[in-house]
């Protein structure tokens, strides 16, 4: 590798970031990360962190996940690439769907679709959420009802559904027809309650209203994370999805559950839609599918959506949609390894025990320092809300946040922010003692 002064110049010169100004590069560099151990990583100067982002919500196994990484190395060797567009496919593939359709049993999916990551793996969704009421016999349904804060990728599908103005302003215009309901969020909704069931019900009511006056047969989807969470980890009440459900049911909208950061654990349940003992029509995944090591993902889909395309042999339920690397080989086999090893592990138990530890830290935090306006979690989700004034919650200053951010790295932990939000999503393997870790670096930072 070249030397670090080159390395960091040429970041500056030649990359633009995800999610970043390109401007900011030289005053604000990004810590570049060269190793990664067990639940730590190394970035370029040698400072050794616990990782308390778990890469991008996604490294659930750590960073030493011998079992994924051989599967990897194997599958390159034995097959590093095959296309699955009609006439050819691949075994590990075929394998894999095996094992998702067990992993899915319970919330009845059992079709999957493969897409090379989460934002494919929302686009995805909803188009096949369009083309099953075209199959269906109801052309017109082609609306898609969505949350404020909620992130659904950045294609031009997941942009137009997402609920942050962030992801959506600069590439307006987005998808017509796209109907956004509050967020299901205690500490800022516009019901003027903190009480959870009662801004359910409340979101309920709304979407009914939109519903009358959109026409039931106008509407496709609505798209959900059973826990937000780019949008700050926001927890709805446990009325709340169940309701989305049984409205959605009524009026033959299908429901999307959007599970690329919830699918396999991190709520502390093996997926967030059983977390809410709901069946989505549909669900995103991808992130933690290969632990992060590939980029990979796969939708899946339920029998009551598979046997309207299944049954129809007209060319309309012909799927035109799909990725060169819908399916690679290597992915497929990384994810084998990963869904063995996740249930060998049985992480989403530890995310459940140390979430809940995780979470009456913070709470302590935020007892003790002004700073910190609201602390929600649920499994190894997490996320301190950083205030200026707790009375009126107003937003912390950026630089605030920022200076937060970093005291917390230099005391030994890799914290993510958002807005005001401090969001912690470490791997799913993490012991109480790297929980009281992350807990004593927050505690210097804040
Ligand atoms: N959906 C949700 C709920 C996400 O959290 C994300 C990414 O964080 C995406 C979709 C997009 O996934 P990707 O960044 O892999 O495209």
Same mark, same amino acid.
């Given at each position: @590798?070249?030397?670090?002064?080159?390395?960091?110049?040429?970041?500056?010169? %030649?990359?633009?970031?995800?999610?970043?100004?390109?401007?900011?590069?030289?005053?604000?560099?990004?810590?570049?990360?060269?190793?990664? &151990?067990?639940?730590?990583?190394?970035?370029?100067?040698?400072?050794?962190?616990?990782?308390?982002?778990?890469?991008?919500?996604?490294?659930?196994?750590?960073? *030493?996940?011998?079992?994924?990484?051989?599967?990897?190395?194997?599958?390159?060797?034995?097959?590093?690439?095959?296309?699955?567009?009609?006439?050819?496919?691949? *075994? /590990?593939?075929?394998?894999? #769907?095996?094992?998702?359709?067990?992993?899915?049993?319970?919330?009845?999916?059992?079709?999957?679709?493969?897409?090379?990551? =989460? #934002?494919?793996?929302?686009?995805?969704?909803?188009?096949?959420?369009?083309?099953?009421?075209?199959?269906?016999?109801? +052309? &017109?349904?082609?609306?898609?009802?969505?949350?404020?804060?909620?992130?659904?990728?950045?294609?031009?599908?997941g942009a137009s559904v997402n609920g942050?103005?962030?992801?959506?302003?600069?590439?307006? +215009?987005?998808?017509?027809?796209?109907?956004?309901?509050?967020?299901?969020?205690?500490?800022?909704?516009?019901?003027?309650?903190?009480?959870?069931?009662?801004?359910?019900?409340?979101?309920?009511?709304?979407?009914?209203? &939109?519903?009358?006056?959109?026409?039931?047969?106008?509407?496709?989807?609505?798209?959900?994370?059973?826990?937000?969470?780019?949008?700050?980890?926001?927890?709805? %009440?446990?009325?709340?999805? /169940?309701?989305?459900?049984?409205?959605?049911?009524?009026?033959?909208?299908?429901?999307?559950?959007?599970?690329?950061i919830t699918a396999f654990g991190r709520?502390?349940?093996?997926?967030?839609?059983?977390?809410?003992?709901?069946?989505?029509?549909?669900?995103?995944?991808?992130?933690?599918?290969?632990?992060?090591?590939?980029?990979?993902?796969?939708? @899946?889909?339920?029998?009551?959506?598979?046997?309207?395309?299944? #049954?129809?042999?007209?060319?309309?339920?012909?799927?035109? %949609?799909?990725?060169?690397?819908?399916? %690679?080989?290597?992915?497929?086999?990384?994810?084998?390894?990963?869904?063995?090893?996740?249930?060998?592990?049985?992480?989403?138990?530890?995310?459940?025990?140390? =979430?809940?530890?995780?979470?009456?830290?913070l709470k302590k935090l935020q007892d003790?320092? &002004?700073?910190?306006?609201?602390?929600?979690?649920?499994?190894? @989700?997490?996320?301190?809300?950083?205030?200026?004034?707790?009375?009126?919650?107003?937003?912390?200053?950026?630089?605030?946040?920022?200076?937060?951010?970093?005291?917390?790295?230099?005391?030994?932990?890799?914290?993510?922010?958002?807005?005001?939000?401090?969001? @912690? #999503?470490?791997?799913?393997?993490?012991?109480?003692?790297?929980?009281?870790?992350?807990?004593?670096?927050?505690?210097?930072?804040?």
């Amino acid at each position: @590798m070249r030397e670090t002064n080159f390395i960091i110049e040429n970041n500056a010169r %030649h990359l633009w970031h995800p999610m970043a100004h390109p401007a900011e590069m030289q005053a604000n560099p990004p810590r570049i990360i060269n190793s990664g &151990e067990g639940v730590e990583i190394v970035d370029i100067h040698g400072q050794k962190v616990l990782d308390a982002v778990g890469g991008l919500w996604n490294v659930n196994l750590g960073y *030493s996940c011998e079992p994924v990484k051989k599967a990897i190395r194997d599958q390159l060797d034995e097959l590093p690439y095959y296309s699955t567009f009609r006439g050819t496919t691949n *075994s /590990p593939l075929i394998e894999l #769907s095996y094992e998702l359709a067990e992993w899915f049993k319970p919330d009845g999916l059992s079709r999957s679709f493969f897409t090379s990551g =989460g #934002s494919d793996s929302v686009e995805t969704c909803l188009r096949l959420a369009r083309q099953f009421h075209k199959v269906n016999g109801q +052309p &017109e349904r082609t609306k898609f009802v969505a949350l404020k804060k909620g992130y659904h990728g950045t294609h031009f599908g997941g942009a137009s559904v997402n609920g942050n103005q962030n992801f959506r302003r600069n590439y307006e +215009p987005l998808l017509p027809g796209v109907i956004h309901l509050p967020a299901p969020f205690p500490y800022r909704n516009p019901f003027n309650t903190t009480d959870g069931a009662e801004i359910a019900a409340a979101i309920g009511r709304l979407f009914e209203d &939109e519903i009358a006056f959109q026409g039931a047969d106008t509407i496709a989807a609505l798209i959900v994370e059973p826990v937000l969470g780019a949008g700050g980890v926001i927890v709805p %009440h446990e009325t709340f999805l /169940p309701l989305m459900r049984e409205i959605c049911d009524r009026h033959g909208i299908l429901l999307i559950a959007d599970e690329v950061i919830t699918a396999f654990g991190r709520t502390g349940a093996w997926t967030g839609s059983r977390l809410w003992g709901v069946q989505p029509d549909m669900m995103s995944t991808a992130k933690a599918i290969t632990n992060g090591y590939f980029p990979f993902g796969a939708v @899946m889909i339920s029998d009551k959506v598979a046997q309207v395309f299944e #049954s129809n042999k007209s060319a309309v339920g012909s799927i035109g %949609h799909g990725y060169t690397y819908s399916g %690679h080989p290597v992915g497929a086999a990384a994810a084998l390894a990963t869904l063995k090893e996740t249930k060998r592990l049985n992480v989403a138990d530890n995310a459940a025990a140390r =979430g809940e530890e995780l979470l009456a830290g913070l709470k302590k935090l935020q007892d003790k320092h &002004e700073l910190v306006g609201d602390v929600r979690g649920k499994g190894l @989700m997490c996320a301190l809300e950083l205030v200026s004034d707790r009375a009126k919650k107003s937003g912390a200053a950026k630089d605030v946040i920022q200076k937060v951010q970093d005291a917390t790295y230099d005391a030994g932990v890799l914290v993510r922010t958002s807005g005001a939000n401090v969001i @912690m #999503s470490p791997p799913l393997i993490v012991t109480a003692e790297n929980v009281q870790t992350i807990l004593t670096a927050l505690d210097a930072g804040l």
